[in-house]
């Protein structure tokens, strides 16, 4: 797959005075650009060509995890911002609520947390498989869906985010940059199925788990991994593949020869 520099939803100047046309100019033009070659000149004609984003952040490490995050990261970034910033949606001003107290408390928590990132990296607001919402810090190229979260708002607070609008201010970029947030959006990503579904795929594609049951072929018992066989020291969760091979078939004595995946 040949990545390109995703479109700005916006005029490179739209978003001053609080993020300069330099600032994008540099930061979208730039480094965004600089990453996309990079991963392409990493993955073309490789074993990763033909990955999307999301599945090289999921399965990689080390420079085509960094410049593949770093390109989904910063694409998500500059569609968070808003020229023309809109009220939060009643939905997530209830989440956020629930999770953190009231909004003012949120954006007091998400700021410490973003200013307090050593370093380069991300500040997220992200949501897990229960729908409860969390403050997350990545150092570097570091995105909340490695671990199985789904990212829902950042602000990238690497040094090149900031340095020729605010020099070193970091809290003070954090703080302008709150006012270019698309709430709306960020909403709208609570919902996006899809995303969660594949992520959770991926995670599990990830820890090459295999979870299907498998059925022994003389006697009809079912092992499922889930379940695992306790008593005979096969925690839940086991793979079958993983089921070391004296192991026999609980209910009928045969061996893990004898199991087929279940159809
Ligand atoms: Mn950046």
Request: proline share 6%.
């Amino acid at each position: 797959m040949i990545f390109t520099l995703p479109p700005l939803p916006y005029a490179m100047d739209a978003l001053e005075p609080a993020m300069s046309q330099e600032t994008i100019e540099y930061h979208y033009g730039k480094h965004l650009q600089t990453y996309i070659d990079n991963l392409n000149r990493l993955t073309e004609g490789t074993k990763y060509s033909g990955l999307s984003l999301e599945e090289l952040i999921l399965t990689t490490t080390g420079p085509v995890f960094n410049n593949a995050a770093q390109v989904w990261n910063h694409t998500f970034f500059f569609n968070t911002l808003t020229p023309d910033p809109v009220e939060m949606p009643a939905e997530l001003e209830f989440a956020i609520t629930r999770d953190f107290g009231s909004v003012e408390e949120f954006k007091v928590k998400f700021k410490k947390a973003a200013t307090d990132i050593f370093g380069s990296g991300w500040a997220w607001l992200a949501q897990d498989e229960a729908g409860t919402l969390h403050i997350i810090q990545e150092s570097n190229a570091g995105n909340p869906m490695r671990a199985g979260y789904k990212p829902l708002m950042t602000i990238d607070v690497w040094e090149h985010a900031y340095y020729i609008d605010y020099r070193n201010r970091r809290a003070e970029f954090i703080e302008k940059c709150w006012g270019l947030i698309h709430w709306e959006k960020v909403a709208q990503r609570m919902h996006d199925d899809i995303l969660i579904a594949h992520i959770a795929d991926m995670a599990e594609a990830k820890a090459g788990k295999d979870m299907d049951r498998y059925v022994c072929i003389t006697c009809g018992w079912v092992y499922d991994p889930s379940e695992g066989d306790p008593e005979s020291g096969i925690a839940p969760g086991t793979p079958f593949k993983d089921i070391p091979e004296e192991w026999v078939c609980p209910a009928c004595g045969v061996g893990k020869e004898y199991f087929e995946k279940e159809r």
